[in-house]
Structures are given as structure tokens and as C-alpha cells.
């Protein structure tokens, strides 16, 4: 398997299964907190920090590395445990920041190991970012 990537995955049940979303950003810059709201609001773990991303035709899929499966960095607490799902079919790339983005972007993509898929910019600060991209997954 290929190294995992820099990147928070967490997933969320829907038609046609779970969908799942590629949280990344540099250390620090609020993945974890914003999996953590995540799991709060129903969705489900599937790798903390970093995640092993694999194309399967046109699907990407990602997991936690074993090392990291079934954990989550609390901030100010260590890991903790959580629920998670194990493996994910990636519907969605989040670019997390702390920033304000632009208000009516274009839509953007990205390759991720040979996958096409859109890439949303998302502030995560507000509480308004959970349901952001609840709708952002539902829209796909």
C-alpha cells in the first residue's frame, strides 16, 4: 500500500451508502477539531491525521493506517477512541482553513491517485461549518 497521506477522512451514511470526505490541511490547522464536530452531528471516523488513499477504477477509497485505527486527537486531551467505519469511498476534498474563502467559487477539482474530484475550500471556525459541508456532500 502506498504511504497515507496528510489528510483527516470521516464519512457519512446516505443514498447509496457512505460518502466519504478527505479533510486536510497542515498540522494545527483544525481537521481534528472539525472530525470531532463532525461525529457529533452523525458522521463516522475513518482515519484521524493521516489516511491510506486507493483507486479502485474510478472510486477512491481511504482507510486508517493500523497504527492510528479507532482513535482521535483531542486537543489539550491525547487520543481518545471513537467509532469509525473502516473503509470509505471519498465523494468530496476539503481544504480546511481558518480564512475566510471566496463566496460564490467556481467549482474546482483535483486528482488524487488517478480520481477526479471536487475540492471545496472550507473556513472551519464557525459552527456553521458542519452543516456547510453536509450540504456540500449532499450536493454530489
Known amino acids: ?11 457519512r451514511p446516505g443514498p447509496g451508502g457512505w460518502r466519504g470526505v478527505l479533510l486536510r490541511g497542515p498540522s494545527g490547522s483544525g481537521k481534528s477539531d472539525m472530525a470531532l464536530r463532525l461525529i457529533d452531528a452523525g458522521w463516522r471516523l475513518v482515519a484521524d491525521d493521516y489516511s491510506h488513499v486507493w483507486a479502485s477504477g474510478d472510486v477512491l477509497h481511504a482507510c486508517a493506517p493500523d497504527r492510528i485505527a479507532g482513535r482521535i486527537e483531542a486537543r489539550g486531551l491525547g ?24 463566496r460564490l467559487p467556481e467549482p474546482v477539482f483535483e486528482t488524487v491517485a488517478g480520481v477526479r474530484l471536487p475540492r471545496l475550500v472550507l473556513d472551519i471556525r464557525p459552527a456553521s461549518a458542519v452543516r456547510t459541508l453536509a450540504l456540500a456532500i449532499d450536493r454530489l
Open 1 to 11: 500500500m502506498n504511504p497515507p497521506i496528510h489528510a483527516t477522512s470521516v464519512a
Open 79 to 102: 487520543l481518545v477512541d471513537v467509532a469509525t467505519r473502516p473503509v470509505v469511498r471519498v465523494s468530496l476534498l476539503v481544504d480546511c482553513v481558518q480564512a475566510t474563502p471566496e
